[in-house]
């Protein structure tokens, strides 16, 4: 195959897309164009076929995550572990973040969440109509972290609000108020930080003490810098998914009310379905990685320094891996092998605490409801996301 050198503007992600022409668009790439270029945001690769994302996540040595991690890019204060550090740098911050993880302390967690969820839930359904997003998925994920974290209903509501408001800047290319989110998330993790240094909690439960806890590979404590980044992203990273998945999973189950009422007579189904709606309606498609040295894929070649953007949600509907990938298949037999979760060194650490939210949000969901569906338009999140951010539902009650 030729080698092209040139950089056509293959994929726009910045143009009106629709909760189905989304996956139109990767149907398309996947077909003609599985690396493509495209202009926007200063340029960067899309790769869309699952065997190429996977062979990349698979490869820390040569794509790498420390020139660029996410597109478009989103930093701006400062590197923030462990996303922001290639391997072996990144692996104290993220042991430490792991062994707050363990099934033992999601397993804790479960009774708040299910307390947050049927109280977001029953306030939801009280309104009759509401946007799911902003009553619901919004502020679960806000007020679970919040419990993870071992943060005061003072610090969880700035956390939400925070968060929300660098999310909205985000979806609006507004640097001016991602800049003062960003600054207020940082003062956050700094305060979080000086309270476990002062009294510091048990590392098998509060991230925040885990990391303090925790050495480099030179026996060092962290950075304070890099320790503050960290924490700054920890507060921030599992807010942004869940929000847009349930999003999705509601739009889905409003447009296929017998699945709804499968799922409502027959709860034990639930975490079955959740892991497809993960594969179906994967949130990202911008995470990215550059390589080390020049590469070719698909007679595209790729300089270093180049972002990469991997469309997870893209690579979960390849129908080279997944029969009648863009149906809904309960319990599919290769299930396993979608990477909503991403691969690899930097695969999603709350991975249990997502799904334990999301089964939990659509337990209490189904069960405090006969009915719901859609009711007004169904709003879609820019780069480097993919799904609804804004949901207008009418529910009734059980």
Not at 209 to 232: N, Q
Request: aromatic share 8%; hydrophobic share 40%.
């Amino acid at each position: 195959m030729a080698t092209f050198t040139d950089r056509h503007n293959d994929y726009d992600p910045t143009g009106p897309e629709t909760f189905d022409s989304i996956h139109e668009d990767f149907r398309a790439l996947r077909a003609r164009c599985p690396v493509a270029h495209s202009s926007a945001y200063d340029g960067f690769w899309a790769v869309a076929r699952y065997d190429d994302v996977v062979a990349i996540l698979s490869n820390p040595d040569l794509y790498i995550t420390s020139v660029r991690n996410v597109v478009p890019g989103s930093s701006t204060t400062g590197r923030r572990p462990p996303l922001h550090l290639d391997v072996p740098d990144h692996t104290p911050y993220r042991r430490a973040i792991d062994r707050a993880l363990k099934p033992a302390r999601v397993a804790g967690i479960e009774t708040a969440t299910r307390r947050i969820a049927a109280r977001l839930v029953a306030d939801l359904v009280a309104r009759g109509e509401a946007d799911f997003v902003e009553h619901l998925s919004s502020p679960l994920p806000a007020y679970v972290f919040g419990e993870w974290m071992g943060l005061s209903a003072e610090q969880t509501q700035v956390l939400w609000r925070t968060a929300r408001a660098y999310v909205k800047a985000w979806e609006e290319f507004d640097k001016t108020n991602v800049i003062k989110a960003g600054n207020e998330l940082a003062a956050l993790a700094a305060e979080v930080i000086e309270q476990r240094r002062r009294e510091p909690l048990d590392p098998r439960v509060d991230p925040t003490s885990s990391l303090l806890a925790e050495r480099d590979k030179d026996g060092k404590p962290f950075p304070a810098e890099l320790l503050a980044g960290c924490v700054r992203q920890i507060l921030v990273v599992g807010l942004v998914a869940p929000p847009i998945l349930l999003g999705s999973i509601v739009v889905h189950l409003s447009r296929h009310p017998e699945l709804q009422q499968q799922l409502r007579g027959d709860p034990s189904q639930i975490a079955d379905a959740i892991e497809e709606f993960l594969r179906l309606y994967t949130p990202y498609r911008g995470f990215a990685r550059t390589a080390r040295k020049p590469v070719e894929l698909h007679g595209r070649e790729i300089r270093p320094g180049e972002p990469i953007a991997l469309l997870y949600a893209s690579a979960n509907r390849d129908e080279s891996v997944f029969e009648h990938a863009d149906e809904f298949v309960m319990c599919r037999p290769n299930i396993g092998r979608h990477i909503a979760f991403g691969r690899g060194p930097h695969m999603c650490a709350g991975a249990p605490l997502a799904r334990q939210q999301l089964r939990i949000a659509l337990e209490e969901l189904l069960a405090q409801t006969s009915h719901f569906e859609v009711c007004g338009e169904v709003r879609m999140s820019g780069m480097p996301e993919v799904g609804p951010i804004s949901v207008p539902l009418r529910l009734t009650p059980r």
